[in-house]
């Protein structure tokens, strides 16, 4: 493995608040954002508990471990740290403190518990392929009454769906939000995804969404709901994309995966968004496919994502886009077409 000293800006500014559940004395503590395999689905460590409350809290669930399935009961907040980055060859990477522990095969061939701090190039870090616990959760999105109860009546979904969730990934990997509609960018010559988008946005909010030409690439059209209403209420819900900084205006907002497709526990739901960001940001590269994006978070996230689906990735980043910025790319590893 490759450790590599993690100092984001913020961070160096800052410090990190951590967090861990566990069921002995903390040792080390990973940063929110890491996802933990739990019966609830796919989930960051900062939702399991309150970061801003007790320091040891109580909880109930089950978290997926090298020994099996084991019950979590306590979450405990660790305060302000410094974190480092460890990452594999293949582009899995895992952010906490040095005191944090992982097991590990070392290079004598020993399986041990080891410190993030003391991790050495060469040591062989296990990642479990599959391995999702529990059964499928059915998670319910907010009514449009409820976030605007003045609103046009527009149908949204009562609840998180496989065909959503494919939307979703279709908004992350090429979509955007305007102040009357959304926007999904797709190659004008598949017909058959443009077909697909269309009927979605028919399927799932009872609207025409019409194809327009994208005035800055002649390869390119959109496809465009026009409903203020479901505008609010896709930002309402945790849809948007995701500002840089509070004070960002414009392009360049950040795609990831919401809460309420993590929260499902169902690999068709999971499956389904990866889909939909491969169908609309992918391609397949030497017979293997592959999906991208400019967010190194978001492709990381969607590793994991198809890691719980048994499905092994590899990462690397190509140059492209508006100002020759990175585009990460994860590709499936032995799988070709």
């Avoid at 950040?254 to 960001?277: E, K, Q």
């Amino acid at each position: 493995v490759e450790v590599l000293s993690q100092a984001w800006s913020e961070g160096a500014k800052y410090g990190y608040r951590n967090s861990q559940f566990s069921v002995l004395a903390p040792t080390g503590c990973a940063t929110p954002d890491t996802l933990v395999l739990t019966d609830k689905g796919l989930r960051r460590l900062g939702t399991l508990g309150d970061v801003d409350g007790q320091k040891w809290q109580d909880v109930e669930f089950r978290v997926q471990t090298d020994q099996g399935p084991q019950d979590a009961t306590k979450f405990y907040i660790n305060g302000v740290d410094s974190v480092i980055k460890l990452q594999t060859k293949n582009g899995y990477r895992f952010r906490a403190t040095l005191k944090h522990r992982i097991k590990v095969v070392d290079k004598n061939g020993n399986w041990v518990w080891k410190r993030m701090h003391a991790i050495e190039e060469g040591d062989v870090v296990p990642i479990k392929m599959g391995g999702m616990i529990g059964d499928p959760v059915a998670v319910a999105l907010p009514s449009m009454e409820s976030l605007d109860p003045r609103a046009t009546p527009v149908v949204v979904p009562g609840f998180m769906t496989r065909e959503f969730a494919e939307l979703l990934g279709a908004f992350m990997a090429n979509g955007s939000l305007h102040k009357k509609n959304i926007r999904i960018s797709v190659f004008k010559q598949d017909q058959t995804l443009i077909e697909r988008t269309v009927g979605m946005f028919d399927s799932l909010f009872g609207l025409k969404a019409t194809v327009e030409p994208d005035s800055q690439s002649d390869e390119m059209v959109y496809v465009v709901a026009n409903s203020t209403p479901l505008v609010r209420w896709w930002k309402a819900a945790g849809f948007a994309k995701i500002k840089p900084h509070a004070k960002h205006v414009g392009k360049g907002w950040i795609s990831h995966v919401p809460d309420a497709v993590l929260a499902t526990n169902d690999p068709l739901i999971y499956a389904a968004f990866i889909r939909g960001v491969a169908d609309h940001d992918g391609t397949v590269s030497a017979g293997c496919p592959e999906f991208m994006n400019k967010s190194e978070d978001f492709v990381n996230d969607l590793k994991v994502m198809a890691m719980a689906l048994g499905l092994p990735t590899s990462i690397r980043s190509t140059i492209g886009g508006i100002g020759g910025k990175p585009i990460w790319r994860a590709r499936l590893v032995n799988y070709h077409y």
